[in-house]
């Protein structure tokens, strides 16, 4: 019998799926929120899984370091503990702050959007009514605002001209929305299928590779969990 030729692929080590820890899952949607234009979806369930985790180390952590039974190795340990507690801290605080920003941003986008709303808290839903406009209290005196606009200024205008959110071309729109033509850059997680770029080019996205392209290709890839944003 003929033996079989040596196989020359390399090795693919990234081949089998790695289950994600709940502080690598709130990393890795850490970093698509802050590179990615559009609002994701919250993360609700998970960040109150890791908040509850950390509330219980930092309980343990003062159990033990009021404890003078306590050893030195025990100590430097409790250290090692409380940096990965405030790293973990950093990266809650920082997702929070990064969503907050963009809902203050698109607030009058996100009032008038009703799949974005289905992405936000109930909390950030109420966040984003009272920053619509920032001058009110709530959105109903917006939505009164706007009205009084339309009746004194945008009624005399050209019916095409007169909506709110009209976007004619080389005018800014008048409701700021998230730009999904932005180029972000992408790693695949996994095989992914093929996308079609801007120029009608196809790029077959293999597991690991990174590659630039404007978010609206990969959006259902990264809410599906195929690819993260770097």
């Given at each position: 019998?003929?033996?079989a030729?040596?196989?020359?692929?390399e090795?693919d080590?990234?081949?089998e799926?790695?289950?994600?820890?709940?502080?690598?899952q709130?990393?890795?949607?850490w970093?698509?929120?802050?590179?990615a234009?559009?609002?994701l979806?919250?993360?609700?369930?998970?960040?109150?899984?890791?908040l509850?985790?950390?509330?219980?180390?930092s309980?343990?952590?003062?159990?033990?370091?009021?404890d003078?039974s306590?050893s030195?190795?025990?100590h430097?340990?409790i250290?090692?503990v409380?940096?990965?507690?405030?790293?973990?801290?950093?990266?809650v605080?920082s997702?929070v702050?990064t969503r907050?920003?963009k809902i203050?941003r698109?607030?009058r986008?996100?009032?008038?959007?009703?799949d974005?709303?289905?992405r936000?808290?109930?909390?950030?839903r109420?966040?984003?009514?009272r920053h619509?406009?920032?001058?009110?209290?709530?959105?109903l005196?917006?939505k009164?605002?706007?009205?009084?606009?339309?009746?004194e200024?945008?009624?005399s205008?050209?019916?095409?001209?007169s909506?709110?959110?009209?976007t004619p071309?080389?005018?800014?729109p008048m409701?700021?929305?998230?730009?999904?033509?932005?180029?972000?850059?992408?790693?695949a997680?996994?095989?992914?299928?093929t996308?079609?770029?801007?120029?009608?080019?196809?790029l077959?996205m293999?597991?690991?590779?990174?590659?630039?392209?404007p978010y609206?290709?990969?959006?259902?890839?990264?809410a599906?969990?195929?690819?993260e944003l770097?």
């Amino acid at each position: 019998m003929v033996p079989a030729p040596p196989d020359d692929r390399e090795p693919d080590f990234l081949e089998e799926d790695v289950v994600e820890t709940p502080l690598e899952q709130l990393t890795r949607h850490w970093m698509n929120e802050r590179h990615a234009p559009d609002i994701l979806p919250a993360q609700e369930a998970l960040l109150a899984a890791l908040l509850d985790h950390l509330r219980r180390q930092s309980d343990a952590v003062q159990l033990l370091r009021g404890d003078p039974s306590t050893s030195e190795e025990e100590h430097i340990r409790i250290m090692l503990v409380q940096t990965e507690i405030e790293r973990v801290k950093f990266i809650v605080r920082s997702y929070v702050r990064t969503r907050l920003f963009k809902i203050e941003r698109y607030a009058r986008f996100i009032t008038i959007n009703a799949d974005i709303q289905t992405r936000l808290t109930a909390a950030e839903r109420d966040h984003a009514s009272r920053h619509v406009p920032r001058s009110t209290k709530n959105l109903l005196h917006a939505k009164l605002t706007d009205q009084h606009f339309y009746l004194e200024i945008l009624q005399s205008l050209p019916e095409k001209q007169s909506h709110l959110d009209d976007t004619p071309m080389f005018v800014p729109p008048m409701v700021t929305e998230p730009d999904t033509s932005r180029p972000v850059f992408v790693h695949a997680l996994k095989q992914c299928p093929t996308v079609r770029l801007p120029d009608g080019a196809t790029l077959d996205m293999k597991k690991g590779h990174v590659s630039l392209m404007p978010y609206a290709i990969v959006e259902q890839l990264v809410a599906r969990g195929e690819v993260e944003l770097i």
